[in-house]
């Protein structure tokens, strides 16, 4: 599975919410399998400069959000975009492993 960010510009609400999608690439498609609000930026309606910003942290504001995000149709334009190329892929760090030792020799 891979992750990219994203962000939806709610112009009617002067927002811009900040997005991880994780998806699949199949054969012939792009499958989205989550997409989890993680930051509202609140604009400035004159300017568009960022007002104040908010973290997403309940499970309540996330469904909110991304049945907005849902209605506005912005579900089908970032799979769109995924196949194109166009977003940031977050990269996770691999984890680490338990080795072995590897004996000292003493004299």
């Known amino acids: 599975m891979n992750s990219v960010q994203a962000t939806w510009e709610d112009e009617e609400n002067n ?3 900040e997005l991880v999608v994780n998806y699949q690439l ?7 399998n989550e997409v989890t609000p993680t930051r509202v930026n609140f604009l400035c309606p004159t300017t568009g ?6 973290g997403v942290w309940t499970e309540g504001g996330r469904r909110v959000l991304n049945r907005q ?3 506005a149709g912005r579900l089908a334009t970032i799979s769109q975009e995924i196949a194109e190329g166009k977003l940031v892929e ?10 072995t030792q590897t ?5």
């Open 15 to 17: 927002r811009s919410v």
């Open 26 to 32: 199949d054969a012939k498609r792009v499958e989205i």
């Open 49 to 54: 400069k960022t007002t104040r910003s908010i």
């Open 69 to 71: 995000i849902a209605q």
């Open 90 to 99: 977050i990269k996770h760090p691999t984890p680490k492993t338990v080795g």
């Open 103 to 107: 004996p000292v020799l003493q004299a």
